[in-house]
């Protein structure tokens, strides 16, 4: 019924408009946003979607088609960006950043279940790709938020690293993302791994740490049953 009401709005231009209408009012008069020049752009549908900012200068950019519901936007610092492409579906968990001028990119017609992403320490970044396919419980994190020091240099060895996901990756639920890895296009993540290293494309990777268990594949999100 949900999908019924939300493609009506949609398709109607005057309660497109009016629900938009409402969206801001809502989001002006009854979320806690502190600061200056923090923008919301919203061209999507957005349901109890709740906001933590305190900063000034941040942007979230929805474009047209996506789906926003039951998630969480934590944001702390200045001058923070995040955009999600055309028709994405975000359904439950969390978006957090840290610090200063972090950027989290989504591509179009990506769908996220219930995932926590955390981008923290300055110039930072997770860049996900277009058609992605997550599952629930999964993080992602570019850094570890403490420090970890070498007691010879007295130098800290644990600075954080951009993520990059490319197109049409499929993750398995609970799995976890982290600091400088870059998944290639076409590629599986294996349920409850934690992927530490590169994963090359068309491969699947599984385990703790992630190791690629087989090249030359790919995947689609629609059930495919072999002709008897």
């Known amino acids: 019924m949900n999908r019924i009401i939300k493609a009506i709005v949609y398709k109607n231009k005057l309660l497109h408009l009016f629900a938009k209408k409402i969206q801001r009012f809502r989001i002006k008069y009854s979320n806690p946003i502190q600061g200056k020049n923090n923008i919301i752009i919203n061209n999507g549908i957005l349901e ?4 933590d900012i305190v900063g000034d200068n941040n942007l979230i950019e929805i474009m047209q088609g996506s789906v926003l519901s039951d998630m969480l936007f ?17 359904k439950g968990g969390s978006v957090c950043f840290e610090d200063n001028h972090c950027k989290i990119e989504v591509g179009q017609k990506t769908s996220f279940e219930s995932v926590h992403l955390a981008v923290t320490e300055p110039n930072k970044s997770i860049l996900i790709g277009e058609d992605c396919m997550f599952s629930y419980g999964i993080e992602f994190r570019t850094g570890d938020s403490h420090s970890i020091i070498d007691n010879i240099t007295k130098r800290r060895i644990n ?27 076409n590629s599986i993540i294996g349920t409850n791994s934690i992927v530490t290293k590169d994963v090359p494309s068309h491969s699947i990777v599984a ?16 059930r495919i049953y072999d002709k008897i």
């Open 159 to 185: 600075m954080a690293q951009d993520i990059y996901v490319g197109n049409h990756v499929w993750i398995g639920a609970r799995s976890i993302i982290l600091k400088g890895v870059s998944i290639g296009n």
């Open 48 to 51: 109890n979607v709740k906001y």
């Open 74 to 90: 934590f944001m702390r610092g200045n001058n923070h960006k995040f955009i999600i492409g055309e028709n994405c579906n975000f």
């Open 207 to 222: 385990g703790i740490p992630a190791k690629v268990i087989r090249n030359n594949i790919d995947w689609v999100r629609e």
